[in-house]
């Protein structure tokens, strides 16, 4: 092994840049010694700084903060940078956890969504659900994305994961009724239970649902499949229907594959 290296070599093995070396020469923390030629010689006792210099700068430290640990370099403060270290490595974990946890409810949401049965009418009993609103004509799909950002913007905050997130439109029983299709008039995300901010609430009771599979523009169709169906039945509606959107183009760009839930509340 040999006992010094020249700034090229340090920089290659190392993926610092020249200037980099320089800077950290200028401003004391590291000291190499020079060749006849003037050339910059770095040795073992350099090489061991620049460890430190990585590994701290992965705890965010700034350059005069390593330039202090390393000019008083001691085990009380090897001590402190080790119980940092491990602070940071837990809280890497928590978040692999977490993110971990979050691919896997993808994975089951998805591969449910996969295997559900579509066109058949059925009733289900849901409690309160805590929602974030947002109130929009929307008339087309880039009007509903567009909306759908505009409310997960505002209450980023709230959102843990966007990407397993639950949403839907509702659309106006008056404006269907007067042959308006393919228009909403609101978009909301359905909260997890125990998020205490909300500013909408889906009201507990019965819901009649229908799931339906593929292209938006049959939406109108399907919604007054479950108006129709509810008339027959003889179940009073109460308030506006809604779509839920299970698939949609956060997981595929095969518009087939859209899995779309149609849910309107009715009194039993």
Known sequence: MKEYYKINEISKLYGIGADSLRYYEKIGVLVPRRDTNGYRLYGLKDIYKLNMIRDLRQLDFTMQQIKDYLDHQSIENTLHILHKEKDL???QLRSLQTKQRMIQERIHVLTTAMQ???GEFTIKSFPERHCLHLNTRITRDEEMDFAIKKLHKKHESKIRD????????????EDL???????FNAVFFILESDEPEYDFVLPAGEYLSLYYRGDYRQSSDR?????????????????DPFEIY???NRDTMNREEFLTEIQVRIMV
């Open 89 to 91: 490595v837990r809280e």
């Open 116 to 118: 559900m049965t579509t």
């Open 162 to 173: 966007f990407g397993n997130q639950l949403f839907g439109a509702s659309v106006s029983i």
């Open 177 to 183: 009724y007067k042959g308006e299709k393919d228009v």
């Open 223 to 239: 919604i007054m499949d479950v108006l129709n169906f509810a008339k027959e039945k003889g179940y009073p509606i109460s308030g």
């Open 246 to 248: 299970e698939i949609d």
